[in-house]
């Protein structure tokens, strides 16, 4: 079930960081880069954006991006991602077109498999150089790390499917 991966992996470990919360981080170097003074974050304004701190604002759209990753995901097994559900107006009832959704199963599929192949180099370096400066533990890193991986693999799985059940099979008269 490739929409559980970034549903029920992803979300539940980002919602704590994202509020503030440092479940599987490092208290103090967490707090720093929460409120955008340290690792990568230093560039927003220092009272946030819109007064919600920087980090909340990053872990708020990589929520949201998993989230709707996973209605993409739920979508390419779902009847409801070949036709649009009736409550929906104007396209009510109506056949879903194919690229809609395979357009950013496309895409994403090639981001978590592109970011994939970087992990054979990223994780012996996160190891190697890990410190308590590091907001985020490896412990945290690994928690999330079979979750990813899963979801590379379900996601352009789905997506593949969802083309086969969708394609138009043209057939030639011989002769």
């Known amino acids: 079930m490739g929409w559980a991966a970034p549903i029920l992996g992803f979300v539940p470990l980002h919602i704590p960081w994202m509020l503030g919360i440092p479940f599987l981080a490092n208290e103090a170097s967490f707090d720093a880069w ?6 990568g974050t230093e560039s927003f304004p220092e009272d946030g954006i819109l007064g919600i701190p920087a980090g909340a604002v990053y ?3 990589l929520t949201l991006l998993a989230v709707l990753g996973g ?32 357009t950013p199963t496309v895409l994403g599929s090639a981001l978590l498999v592109g970011y994939s192949l970087t992990l054979p180099v990223q994780i ?13 533990t ?9 979750v990813f ?3 590379m693999i379900a996601l352009p799985v789905a997506g593949w499917s969802y083309y086969r059940r969708t394609r138009r099979v043209t057939t030639t008269a011989a002769g």
């Open 59 to 61: 872990l708020g759209v």
């Open 34 to 39: 929460y409120h955008g003074r340290a690792h």
């Open 149 to 151: 991986l899963a979801w």
């Open 138 to 146: 490896l412990t945290g890193a690994f928690v999330g790390l079979p």
């Open 124 to 136: 012996p370096r996160a190891i190697a150089e890990a410190s308590p400066d590091d907001p985020f």
């Open 71 to 102: 209605i993409l995901s739920l979508g390419l097994i779902s009847g409801w991602g070949l036709v649009y559900p009736r409550w929906i107006p104007v396209l009510g009832g109506r056949r879903v077109p194919p690229w809609f959704p395979l």
